[in-house]
């Protein structure tokens, strides 16, 4: 994939310290963007003063952290064309036995996250000559035991992505949500649990889950991240790409 079209553009990857996060930094910064990371836990900040040009720490719920943070960004940048969102965890919890308050933390982190990111960060994409979001969820909307949580911020993410295509697509930024699953990543937990499964015995028998045979890698991800990055991908708005080996093939 050319990396020459997003050379010398302006991102923002959030969750740069969790799997997924990292391997999308790296890829766009690959490709030549100047980048700017957040990530979810000050003590990862040393480490993203190495590759980025800016980074920032900030719990996803707390609005003035998010606030400060993009004006930060603007000060660095002047403008953003990307803003990529990874900073979600995964939430696994049976429902009879999962707090409420942990149930809510998770969609808040997701959920409120994403809209306060992706609101701060309107101005700035708004001001670029083009601009493309990906929000990142699980797969799992679908639902799935013990995944309560997830398949509800995954969903309420996938509904998210079509307003904010509404409200930045006449701007010349197309937002997009990229579901993934069943790839080596935190989120592995989850495809085990809805499988009745332990991580192990999932690896064992990757081979009978999806098409592909095998997991996919963070940097599979973050390869589709990038195509959805593409100033040339203009037609694709509102879409959810799912990166999953095939799994959900008849389910979604």
């Given at each position: 994939m050319t990396c020459e079209a997003?050379?010398?553009a302006s991102a923002?990857?959030?969750?740069a310290d969790t799997g997924l996060g990292a391997a999308v930094a790296a890829n766009l910064l690959q490709a030549g963007v100047r980048l700017a990371t957040h990530v979810n836990d000050p003590a990862a900040l040393a480490a993203q003063a190495t590759f980025a040009e800016f980074s920032f720490a900030?719990?996803?719920t707390d609005e003035q952290a998010v606030i400060n943070g993009l004006h930060q960004v603007n000060?660095?940048?002047g403008t953003l064309n990307i803003l990529v969102t990874c900073h979600s965890q995964p939430c696994i919890g049976d429902l009879l036995n999962q707090p409420y308050t942990a149930f809510w933390e998770h969609l808040d982190q997701q959920l409120t996250?994403?809209?306060?990111?992706a609101r701060e960060a309107a101005p700035l994409l708004k001001s670029a000559d083009w601009g493309r979001v990906v929000l990142l969820c699980s797969a799992w909307a679908v639902g799935a035991p013990g995944l309560a949580a997830v398949a509800s911020a995954a969903a309420g993410t996938q509904v998210l992505c079509k307003t904010l295509s509404r409200e930045l697509g006449p701007h010349g930024t197309t937002v997009n949500a990229l579901?993934?699953?069943f790839t080596e990543s935190e989120w592995l937990a989850c495809?085990?649990?809805a499988l009745s499964l332990g991580e192990a015995q999932l690896r064992s028998q990757i081979g009978q889950r999806v098409p592909t045979g095998r997991l996919g890698q963070p940097e599979q991800i973050a390869h589709s991240v990038r195509l959805l990055c593409q100033p040339v991908i203009?037609?694709?708005?509102a879409q959810t790409l799912q990166c999953n080996g095939g799994f959900f093939r008849h389910r979604t």
């Open positions: 997003l050379r010398g923002l990857v959030t969750g900030a719990q996803a000060q660095a940048f996250g994403n809209y306060l990111f579901a993934h699953a495809d085990a649990r203009g037609a694709a708005v």
